[in-house]
């Protein structure tokens, strides 16, 4: 059983099976202001984190949340088939820590940022010298601090 949901607006992309309360209730977004849309794939344990982060950064109007998940398993292989600008995701995650996963994922893909958003600060040095693009703490750090780290982490500037 998939643990994991996609976000596109095409469904013959869907993979896995849906829990209740997880539904395809994004739609993909055309060009915005001359650029594409910035891909997002979050990783967070937190389900209801997980779902509120996806809906707000959708809102903006150059994101496009291609998936998420709500744990480690799964996410490379999202990675390497929603082809995310960015990742974000929590350090705490049921089957591995978050540290390990984004060594993992920077051995695939060096040149994708990662964005650590995680309640525990204690292993922000740790997360930034295995190749972490950015690392911000729940609670500490606002939205538009996630945001602009996005917009910087793929060469964007607002």
Partial sequence: MSSFMYFPGNSDHTKGDKKAGQKNFFVSRKEHGGSP????LIID?????????????????????VGNNFQARGTLDLVRDLE?????????LPDMDGVTLLEKIKEQYPDLP????????DLKRKALRRGAYAYLVKGEESIDALYQAILEGVGRKE
């Avoid at 849309?37 to 997002?40: A, D, E, N, V, Y």
């Avoid at 990662?114 to 600060?121: D, P, R």
């Fill in 37 to 40: 849309p910035i891909r997002l």
């Fill in 45 to 65: 344990d937190n389900r209801y984190f997980l779902e509120s982060l996806t809906f707000i950064l959708h809102l903006k109007k150059d994101m496009q949340v």
């Fill in 84 to 92: 995310p600008d960015i990742v974000i995701m929590d350090v705490m």
């Fill in 114 to 121: 990662v964005i650590l958003f995680s309640m525990c600060g």
